[in-house]
């Protein structure tokens, strides 16, 4: 076991490879892709934005940057959207979630400008949105961002590869070419054969799912995502959020994702921004969320939250201790076990790189035979697992393994440890530290300090590490 990424169907790294070539090609009318070098670090930044629908918009801007609350501001005035800032990273998974009503869509459609600000103002890359004339917004929209809507939106008499490159003939792209592109992205979204049917030959997650070819196909750096899956039953939506993770591995798409599912946006998110009342009341990781929540709002919200699911191994392990050294001796390591009070420990090399384990009973017989090393008692079978690993994935390993698992980084170097107990205590969002690293009984001290003080036939070398 080493990642948390879903498998990927088959084929889809092939057509994710055609379609990465299709897009970095030099063809002559491709909008700005995805794979701008020196593009900067930022795709998408809101300051201060505001949307108040009704009567006396302005005033309403005013009265709440002064500090009114949303119901003090009258019949026939719906401040939908309240002092929004954020910034959305190239490349990031950003979800915006909240309860019905709380602005999320008002939100999201100023993000490329189907509806007009009241006040602040939205950047797409280094180019202002708000306020620029309708051409500019409309050639923007068609390059830069494009929307994937929650009840797909397709046209009713035309074939799968029609819908998806409809944007495409919009643009004037020449027949051939769109559906050349037509195809790739239909091809990548899992609908390859599916081509010539028409929507009503489609179920709703295939409904989706030309939908995201046909926001693929305009091959913007943003895709915009309003309840895209909300409509789709459970399986079939796990079904489209893994693809959408495997889509956006390969293609390095910025996307903005809207749900009021906190387990989606906990799957999706790289980060998520909380709404509630039209304000955003937290933005932050997932963990961050779950384990600091801001109010009791975000509180209230995390309380169903598969914990399993969002936390992961880096984030509940605890020191690893005791650690050996792979050069060390038996007495080195057979102290570090009896001063940790644990019946193994776990060997590193001098780059910290996990090795194996050692017993203390096979410490113990190396001692007694004089043997300088204890090279010859590690025990190279550990379970382990990488820091980014969801603790839904550690629950058998866990089990299986006698000793805490070994927790590496992307260096396979040892960073800490992962026992049964704090698995446990982490499901539960109690105390994580519990100090107990040992499943197997410890021999008993007095072997042990027997042992040690009995005169040994030379010093180790080494120390524990
Ligand atoms: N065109 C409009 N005119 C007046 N009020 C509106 C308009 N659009 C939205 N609102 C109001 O703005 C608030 C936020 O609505 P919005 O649709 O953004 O919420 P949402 O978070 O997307 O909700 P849902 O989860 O139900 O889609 C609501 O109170 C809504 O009634
Ligand atoms: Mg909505």
Request: charged share 25%; aromatic share 4%.
């Amino acid at each position: 076991m080493n990642s948390a990424t879903p498998p990927a169907s088959p084929g889809t790294e092939a057509v994710t490879d055609q379609i990465a070539r299709h897009e970095t090609a030099p063809a002559s009318s491709t909008p700005p892709g995805s794979a701008e070098p020196d593009a900067p670090e930022t795709a998408l930044r809101v300051d201060g934005l505001f949307k108040v629908f009704g009567r006396r918009a302005d005033d309403a801007v005013t009265a709440l940057r002064e500090g009114a609350s949303r119901d003090e501001l009258g019949s026939g005035t719906t401040a939908a959207v309240i002092d929004a800032s954020f910034e959305v990273r190239r490349g990031e998974i950003f979800v915006v979630m909240g309860l019905s009503g709380s602005g999320k869509s008002t939100l999201i459609r100023m993000l490329n400008g189907l509806l007009e600000a009241t006040a602040g103002t939205v950047t797409v890359g280094d180019e202002p949105i708000t306020g620029i004339p309708a051409k500019r917004l409309r050639t923007l929209r068609r390059e830069r961002i494009s929307m994937v809507f929650q009840h797909f939106a397709l046209l009713p008499h035309r074939a799968v590869i029609d819908n998806v490159a409809y944007g495409l003939e919009i643009q004037g792209m020449p027949k051939a070419q769109r559906l050349e592109r037509a195809r790739t992205t239909t091809e990548l979204v899992g609908l390859g054969g599916w081509e010539d049917k028409l929507p009503s030959e489609l179920s709703g997650g295939m409904k989706q799912r030309v939908g995201l070819a046909r926001a693929l196909a305009a091959d913007t750096e943003i895709l915009l995502m309003d309840e895209a899956f909300s409509a789709l039953d459970p399986l079939i939506r796990r079904e489209m959020q893994e693809q959408l993770l495997e889509l956006q591995s390969a293609l390095g798409k910025t996307i903005v994702f809207i749900t009021h599912d906190l387990n989606e946006a906990m799957f999706l998110g790289d980060r998520i921004a909380v709404m509630r009342d039209g304000r955003i009341v937290q933005i932050g990781t997932p963990e961050d969320i779950l384990t600091d929540p801001a109010n009791d709002y975000v509180e209230q919200f995390v309380a169903d939250v598969d914990r399993a699911r969002v936390l992961t191994a880096g984030s509940v392990m605890e020191p690893a201790t005791p650690t050996v050294g792979s050069g060390s001796g038996p007495r080195a390591a057979l102290r570090a076990m009896r001063d940790a009070r644990t019946a193994a420990a776990f060997v590193v090399d001098r780059d910290r790189k996990l090795v194996g384990t050692i017993a203390d009973r096979a410490a113990l017989r190396l001692l007694q035979k004089g043997e300088q090393r204890i090279t010859s008692a590690v025990n190279p079978e550990v379970a382990s697992c990488d820091t980014e690993t969801a603790l839904i994935e550690l629950f058998v390993p866990a089990a299986e393994s006698p000793l805490p698992l070994a927790v590496t980084d992307e260096r396979e170097r040892l960073v800490g440890v992962l026992p049964r107990i704090t698995l446990l205590a982490a499901l539960g969002g109690g105390a994580m530290a519990t100090g107990e690293i040992t499943i197997d009984q410890p021999l008993p001290a007095e072997v042990v300090e027997e042992a040690l003080a009995a005169p040994g036939p030379a010093r180790d070398g080494e120390e524990s590490a």
